[in-house]
């Protein structure tokens, strides 16, 4: 069950948001995620990624959700709003983190759950999300209510090297479409 303190809110560009992020990352593909990153993670390829990702943010291209035990960042999910003209209807969950030390509580339920109001206040009801075949959280999307499309073998590379394949998920977030 997640913790009463915890608190989730947007994040803005900012050096302290870019470093808090950085170490999450880093840590993340030390501990095996698959999250596009090849291990070792240096600082600096890190700080590019969240610095370009935070401005787009800033841009309202996507949304960057933390979640924070007291002042430290704890975990991360971040909802992509920039998508081609003909699917405005449609975002996708990337960039899920959890710190290993907060694993299992709740901080990526309520992570998702947020991405999934703020993406109905953005007129986004459908939410697409791709996870690593192993040691992905398949589990926690199924758990939440996604519904597995289909797998992709040998899609990317684990972050020690060998290949994983991808898991597709999809989530309608209303039951009734508009025309």
């Not at 960057?64 to 960042?73: K, P, Q, T, Y």
């Not at 699917?87 to 290993?100: D, L």
């Not at 939440?144 to 999809?170: E, H, N, Q, S």
């Amino acid at each position: 069950m997640l913790a009463s303190h915890i608190q989730i809110k947007a994040l803005k560009p900012s050096p302290e948001n870019c470093a808090m992020l950085s170490d999450l990352l880093i840590e993340t593909v030390a501990n095996g995620g698959s999250v596009s990153f090849m291990h070792p993670l240096s600082e600096k390829a890190a700080e590019a990624f969240w610095s370009n990702s935070l401005n787009a943010a800033d841009r309202g291209e996507r949304i960057i959700l933390g979640a924070f035990d007291g002042e430290r960042l704890i975990g991360t999910v971040t909802l992509l709003l920039d998508l081609p003209p003909n699917q405005p209807h449609r975002a996708e969950i990337a960039k899920m983190m959890t710190r290993v030390s907060h694993r299992h509580r709740g901080v990526a339920t309520a992570l998702l759950r947020e991405a999934e109001r703020l993406a109905i206040a953005h007129k986004r009801w459908l939410l697409v999300l791709d996870t690593a075949e192993d040691e992905g959280a398949a589990g926690l999307y199924e758990r939440v209510g996604f519904k597995l499309t289909g797998v992709i073998p040998d899609y990317a590379f684990k972050p020690r090297g060998g290949l994983t394949g991808t898991l597709i998920y999809w989530k309608r977030l209303q039951q009734s479409v508009p025309a």
